[in-house]
């Protein structure tokens, strides 16, 4: 089940029609059919799919909308109603209200007021347990500087090329926030918005705090300065997260290197995996074992606990067995060492999968991404083969 809507629109106005449908396209993870010739009213069997939004004209008759209404839950008794008007008078805007629709957009329809009045319908159905809310991955270095905000945002880069799939990259490395440079985004807002006015948290103004990376691909930028992350607490997080993963399929979070604090633990006790990136080095492996010890002090489970080894080099000093041995824990994904294509990718502010998407490691961010969404990490091949294409 994914968090997709389905949306129908049924105008008269044909010119209307199309512009709607065009701006509704453009909102991640909607499926918008057209209806005509009343076929809504002729009920369920006319149209192929449940429709979770119905767009309706308004014949400024209230009394003959009512029945239009009635006929159409009828066959569609779920759906959430939008009549799209461009008369203003409150007193109709009330008695059409009155018939019970959820929305009424006046002509031209603005798109903000469409985008979120169509994602609190996302939200209320995801609260029902109607839809599906979307998955968390984490990612946190063992040790600075590893690779945790490369892998992040390919990762959601990835995720986000699949048909009809919504990623949210959520920037909690806060005291460093990379990410955004890897995106080559200016962000006008961040996490720290959100937080400072708390009390308005709701679908839409989480979507209105969101930076636009790519076309499926939002981004929730760090705060611009350290000193704002001190008011960023647990419970903030958990919210941001938990409204975040009903409006998205996916959600990847990119967390400070290290270190575990407040927010960090809401992001990996929301998570079905957290990463924990390391290289084949001694200071890595110690810290990596450090931090799964910590981890299992705050009572995170260690089946979601992965190690995944960064900047891999085939017949290094340091043995994959021997990492494994003094971590207790399989090394569930290798990616290959590859200096060159990274730094380019990154200080051209494009992920690698975009800028060079044939490189090797493009190719094994990609397979990685898939890996997730198939949930078979843990099987025998981890990215990368070695002799005679065995895999390693
Ligand atoms: N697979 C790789 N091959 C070669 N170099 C890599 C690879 N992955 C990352 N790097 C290099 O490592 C650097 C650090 O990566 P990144 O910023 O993702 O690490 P981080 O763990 O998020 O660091 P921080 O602790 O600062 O948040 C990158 O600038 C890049 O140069
Ligand atoms: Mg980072």
Same mark, same amino acid.
């Given at each position: 089940?994914?968090?997709?809507?389905?949306?129908?629109?049924?105008?008269?106005?044909?010119?209307?029609?199309?512009? +709607?449908?065009?701006?509704?396209?453009?909102?991640?993870?909607?499926?918008?059919?057209?209806?005509?010739?009343?076929?809504?009213?002729?009920?369920?069997?006319?149209?192929?799919?449940?429709?979770?939004?119905?767009?309706?004209?308004?014949?400024?008759?209230?009394?003959?909308?009512?029945?239009?209404?009635?006929?159409?839950?009828?066959?569609?008794?779920? @759906?959430?109603?939008?009549?799209?008007?461009?008369?203003?008078?409150?007193?109709?805007?009330?008695?059409?209200?009155?018939?019970?629709?959820? !929305?009424?957009?006046?002509?031209?329809?603005?798109?903000?007021? =469409? /985008?979120?009045?169509?994602?609190?319908?996302?939200?209320?159905?995801? *609260?029902?347990?109607?839809?599906?809310?979307?998955?968390?991955?984490?990612?946190?270095?063992?040790?600075?500087?590893?690779?945790?905000?490369?892998?992040?945002?390919?990762? @959601?880069?990835?995720?986000?090329?699949?048909?009809?799939?919504? %990623?949210?990259?959520?920037? =909690?490395?806060?005291?460093?926030?990379?990410?955004?440079?890897?995106?080559?985004?200016?962000?006008?807002?961040?996490?720290?918005?959100?937080?400072?006015?708390?009390?308005?948290?709701?679908?839409?103004? +989480?979507?209105?705090?969101?930076?636009?990376?790519?076309?499926?691909?939002?981004?929730?930028?760090?705060?611009?300065?350290?000193?704002?992350?001190?008011?960023?607490?647990?419970? /903030?997080?958990?919210?941001?997260? !938990?409204? $975040?993963?009903?409006?998205?399929? /996916?959600? %990847?979070?990119?967390?400070?290197?290290?270190?575990?604090?407040?927010?960090?633990?809401?992001?990996?006790?929301?998570?079905?995996?957290?990463?924990?990136?390391?290289?084949?080095?001694?200071?890595?492996?110690?810290?990596?074992?450090?931090?799964?010890?910590? +981890?299992?002090?705050?009572?995170?489970?260690?089946?979601? %606990?992965?190690?995944?080894?960064?900047?891999?080099?085939?017949? $290094?000093?340091?043995?994959?067995?021997? %990492?494994?041995?003094?971590?207790?824990?399989?090394?569930?994904?290798?990616?290959?060492?590859?200096?060159?294509?990274?730094?380019?990718?990154?200080?051209?502010?494009?992920?690698?999968?975009?800028?060079?998407? $044939?490189?090797?490691?493009?190719?094994?961010?990609?397979?990685?991404? !898939?890996?997730?969404?198939?949930?078979?990490? *843990?099987?025998?091949?981890?990215?990368?083969? $070695?002799?005679?294409?065995?895999?390693?």
């Amino acid at each position: 089940m994914a968090n997709k809507l389905n949306i129908a629109v049924e105008l008269a106005d044909s010119h209307l029609a199309t512009d +709607l449908i065009k701006t509704l396209g453009a909102i991640p993870n909607v499926e918008v059919v057209q209806w005509f010739d009343s076929m809504g009213e002729k009920g369920a069997l006319a149209v192929k799919d449940a429709q979770q939004i119905i767009f309706i004209d308004d014949n400024q008759d209230s009394k003959q909308l009512s029945t239009r209404l009635a006929l159409l839950r009828e066959s569609f008794p779920e @759906a959430a109603y939008f009549v799209v008007a461009s008369d203003q008078r409150p007193q109709h805007i009330i008695e059409v209200m009155k018939i019970g629709v959820a !929305e009424y957009l006046v002509t031209p329809i603005d798109t903000k007021v =469409l /985008h979120n009045a169509v994602e609190d319908i996302r939200v209320k159905l995801a *609260n029902a347990g109607k839809i599906a809310c979307g998955s968390v991955y984490s990612f946190i270095s063992s040790k600075g500087g590893l690779g945790s905000s490369v892998i992040a945002v390919n990762t @959601a880069y990835s995720l986000s090329q699949k048909k009809a799939t919504s %990623v949210a990259l959520l920037d =909690l490395s806060l005291q460093s926030g990379d990410a955004s440079v890897m995106l080559d985004v200016l962000p006008e807002t961040s996490i720290s918005d959100l937080v400072k006015n708390f009390h308005r948290m709701d679908a839409s103004f +989480l979507s209105a705090a969101m930076t636009k990376a790519f076309n499926q691909l939002d981004f929730l930028a760090a705060p611009a300065s350290p000193n704002d992350c001190q008011e960023i607490n647990g419970e /903030h997080i958990s919210a941001i997260i !938990e409204l $975040g993963k009903k409006l998205y399929d /996916h959600l %990847v979070i990119d967390c400070t290197s290290m270190q575990i604090n407040e927010g960090s633990l809401e992001a990996f006790d929301a998570s079905e995996k957290i990463f924990v990136v390391i290289d084949l080095s001694v200071p890595a492996i110690r810290n990596a074992a450090r931090l799964c010890e910590l +981890l299992e002090k705050h009572q995170v489970p260690s089946d979601k %606990v992965e190690i995944i080894a960064n900047r891999f080099i085939k017949g $290094g000093t340091l043995s994959l067995a021997e %990492v494994e041995k003094t971590l207790e824990k399989r090394v569930a994904w290798l990616f290959p060492n590859d200096f060159k294509s990274v730094i380019s990718s990154i200080n051209k502010g494009v992920p690698l999968l975009k800028f060079s998407p $044939g490189c090797p490691l493009a190719k094994n961010l990609s397979s990685f991404a !898939e890996t997730l969404t198939k949930q078979n990490l *843990n099987e025998k091949f981890r990215g990368i083969r $070695g002799t005679f294409g065995r895999a390693i």
